[in-house]
């Protein structure tokens, strides 16, 4: 098929796209999209397991294919032990034990956002979640308070920097010149931008991308400045802990380095979570038992009394729905792998210099693993039922998996605990398109609900 077919067709309906191929032309297939390598497709979860399993010399990660400008020394473009020492850094910030100290702001900026909805109107579940997630992420991980002037200073240029650069016409853009040229173009025009030269014709997408990040490093390098000069005494958020951190032999983490980190986590944390929250909530409404399933876990958890957002974790059965949610619709469809060493895959010998695609979306939707996979039945996570983490994958896996993985999953529970405590919503999208929006799969529309009724 020529590439650009396979690409319109892969962003009008990944999940249906790449159902199809594997039907085609089984557990092992390729994909070629417009001036990008071949890309070495494998769904067998035993492939999906060895690709994830690479040690750090048999893959590299500094030239995917990613058009957003996060900065260079960002730990998604590391590699081998550049990439272990920053992992290293940024682990602390999300242990568990750090994390119950953002529950508080979690739960009030979602209440926020509730109580600002307007009964009886429809809505789209993706700006609530949207708006959410971002303040959560300017409390949690900037130290910035989202109602403050410098707050909503903060969240506009996030917003047009990640409207403008997440939207359709900009990932066709990374296809017509590399998603990777196009990611080193919008990185010199950032740091041109961050001096002033806007240039001509500052409407021009890649230029308000690189005019809105500019324009929000700006604020975070202030930030970093303030948080070195004062100290950071009484501060739990992201920056100041980063500013504080040291890597092994006592050095301390660059300016630079320290604002590549905090955009990713941004990025990392924002998108991907909001588009899971949303998934989720399209799944448990569909399923009256599911959402009678939270609702009672609730009652019986909390009783009159209401939500405790630092007992959570007790929530298993809202758990198990969300990652039964994530095992239907994963945000994101299969981490690049570079080769640096030749690997098999399903007997095929994939020579290196290859990129391959493990595809978490098909490896968990195989009936062999998971029977009747296209039900909805979160009962597959509880008890002696929970799947290993050889054949479930959200989150990626081995050396590379999400580090904000567990700051992820301790903010969805909190959100929806909270969602489903105080609201009933209408499902007004009944059959969603999944589309290729920006870095993750998302509803076509949105997903629009209405709320129906507020204790």
């Not at 931008?193 to 230029?207: F, I, V």
């Not at 005494?233 to 905090?262: N, W």
């Not at 695609?357 to 979160?378: G, K, M, S």
Request: aromatic share 8%; charged share 25%.
């Amino acid at each position: 098929m020529p590439s650009v077919k396979q690409a319109v067709s892969f962003g009008q309906n990944p999940y249906r796209y790449l159902a199809e191929c594997r039907a085609a032309y089984g557990d092992v297939f390729t994909l070629q999209l417009p001036r990008d390598p071949v890309r070495v497709v494998a769904c067998a979860p035993q492939d999906v397991k060895a690709i994830f399993a690479l040690k750090a010399d048999e893959f590299r990660s500094d030239e995917i294919s990613l058009h957003l400008n996060l900065g260079d020394q960002s730990v998604l473009f590391a590699d081998g032990e550049r990439h272990r020492r920053k992992r290293q850094i940024l682990a602390p910030p999300m242990h568990i034990a750090k994390l119950r100290t953002y529950a508080a702001a979690m739960l009030r900026r979602t209440d926020d956002h509730l109580d600002a909805l307007q009964l009886d109107a429809p809505c789209t579940a993706f700006d609530l979640f949207r708006s959410i997630t971002l303040d959560v992420i300017l409390e949690t991980v900037f130290g910035v308070d989202p109602t403050s002037t410098k707050g909503r200073s903060m969240t506009a240029h996030l917003v047009e920097w990640l409207e403008t650069a997440l939207t359709p016409g900009m990932f066709a853009l990374s296809l017509a010149m590399r998603g990777t040229v196009l990611r080193r173009v919008l990185e010199r025009r950032t740091e041109r931008a961050g001096q002033g030269d806007y240039g001509r014709g500052s409407s021009l997408p890649w230029r308000k991308v690189a005019r809105a990040k500019a324009d929000l490093l700006a604020l975070l390098r202030a930030d970093v400045a303030r948080c070195r000069s004062e100290g950071s005494r009484g501060r739990t958020d992201v920056l100041a802990l980063l500013v504080d951190a040291r890597y092994e032999d006592g050095e301390p983490m660059g300016e630079d380095d320290i604002l590549d980190q905090l955009v990713t986590m941004l990025v990392g944390g924002f998108e991907t979570t909001t588009n899971t929250l949303v998934w989720a909530l399209f799944h448990i409404l569909r399923n009256p038992a599911a959402l009678a399933g939270i609702q009672a876990e609730l009652a019986k958890t909390f009783g009159t009394e209401g939500l405790d957002e630092n007992r959570c974790a007790e929530l298993t059965y809202l758990d198990a729905c969300i990652r039964e949610s994530m095992r239907l619709s994963p945000i994101s469809i299969a981490p690049t792998r570079e080769l640096t060493k030749p690997m098999s895959l399903s007997g095929h010998e994939i020579p290196a210099g290859t990129i391959v695609w493990p595809c978490i979306y098909l490896a968990q939707r195989r009936a062999e693993t998971w029977p009747d996979p296209e039900r909805f039945d979160p009962q597959r996570f509880l008890g002696k039922h929970a799947p290993k983490s050889n054949v479930f994958f959200p989150y990626g896996g081995g050396r590379r998996r999400c580090i904000g993985a567990t700051y992820a999953q301790f903010e969805m529970r909190i959100v929806m605990a909270r969602l489903f405590e105080r609201c009933e919503f209408e499902l007004l999208t009944h059959e969603p398109s999944p589309e290729m929006v920006g870095l993750t799969v998302s509803p076509q529309d949105n997903l629009r609900v209405r709320l129906c009724a507020r204790a």
